[in-house]
C-alpha cells in the first residue's frame, strides 16, 4: 500500500465504534520504524488524531513478522480494557492491508519527555505502570518481554500507557493453569535459547534465553526504566 501525507482514507468501523460523524481521515505524518510504519490521520469533522500501525512492505511476504504482528495486534485488542494501555480500537484493512487503529498519544515517548517529567509525575506514572502490568498479568496471564521508554507513550495530560505487544508471550501459574483462552500462545516464535527485547532494558534470565522467565522479568525492566528516568542513562 501506497501512503501519502495529505491522502483521505475511510474506516467505517472505526467511526461507527467511537461515533465519529465521518467515517474519512487525512493522513498527516508517516513514520517508519524497524520492521513497522505508522500512520498519524486526523478524523474530518472532529481534528482528533489516531494512530493507524501495520508492518513495511518489505517484510509483506514474512509469514513470521506477519504472524507475530497478528498476534500483537490481537493481544493489543484484548489488553485495551485496562485503563493503563494504549488503547487499540480495531483491526482494518486499508488496500487489503491490515492496520490497527488506536489512539494518538500527542505526549510521545517517556525516553523523549524524560527530561520534562516532574517528580509528582514520575511517581503517578510509576505506579500508574507497576499497575497496568500487574492488571494484565493476572487478568491475562501475560508478560510483555520489552518493557522501556519507548514502549511506555504518554497523553496530552503526561498520563503514561503501555504499548508495543510484540514480544508478549502467556506464561503459566504455579497452580499448573492454563493461560487465559484471550490470547494463544506463541511458543513457535520466542524459542528458548533467542533473545528477542531490548538488551539494555532486559533482564538477565531473559538475554540468556531461559525458557521458563515469568513476571518477574517484566519487573526487572521497570526497575530499569524507574532507573533511566532518575539518572537520565541506562542501568550498568
Given amino acids: 500500500m501506497k501512503c501519502e501525507v495529505g491522502q483521505e482514507i475511510e474506516i ?21 520504524g524497524g520492521m513497522g510504519i505508522c500512520l498519524k490521520v486526523r478524523a474530518v469533522g472532529t481534528g482528533d488524531h489516531y494512530a493507524l500501525k501495520t508492518v513495511q512492505k518489505t517484510f509483506f511476504e514474512d509469514n513470521d513478522i506477519w504472524q507475530m504482528f497478528l498476534e500483537e495486534m490481537k493481544t493489543w485488542i484484548n489488553v485495551s480494557s485496562c485503563d493503563g494501555v494504549a488503547e487499540a480500537f480495531c483491526l482494518t484493512r486499508i488496500n487489503e492491508v491490515p492496520f490497527v487503529c488506536a489512539r494518538w498519544m500527542d505526549g510521545g515517548d517517556l525516553r523523549a519527555s524524560a527530561e520534562f517529567i516532574t517528580s509528582h509525575g514520575f511517581y503517578v506514572n510509576a505506579l500508574r505502570i507497576a499497575r497496568t502490568m500487574e492488571w494484565v498479568n493476572q487478568n491475562h496471564d501475560l508478560i510483555h518481554r520489552d518493557l522501556k521508554p519507548e514502549n511506555i507513550l504518554l497523553d496530552s495530560d503526561g498520563r503514561a500507557y503501555v504499548t508495543d505487544w510484540g514480544l508478549s508471550r502467556p506464561i503459566a501459574k504455579a497452580e499448573s493453569r492454563q493461560p487465559m483462552n484471550s490470547v494463544r500462545p506463541r511458543i513457535n516464535l520466542t524459542e528458548a535459547g533467542q533473545f528477542k527485547g531490548t538488551i539494555t532494558f532486559a533482564s538477565p534470565e531473559q538475554i540468556l534465553g531461559q525458557p521458563d522467565i515469568d513476571h518477574r522479568t517484566d519487573i526487572y525492566s521497570f526497575g530499569c526504566i524507574l532507573y533511566f528516568l532518575e539518572t537520565g542513562r541506562p542501568a550498568e
Fill in 12 to 32: 467505517p468501523f472505526l467511526a461507527d465504534h467511537i461515533e465519529l460523524d465521518s467515517n474519512k481521515l487525512v493522513i498527516e505524518e508517516i513514520h517508519q
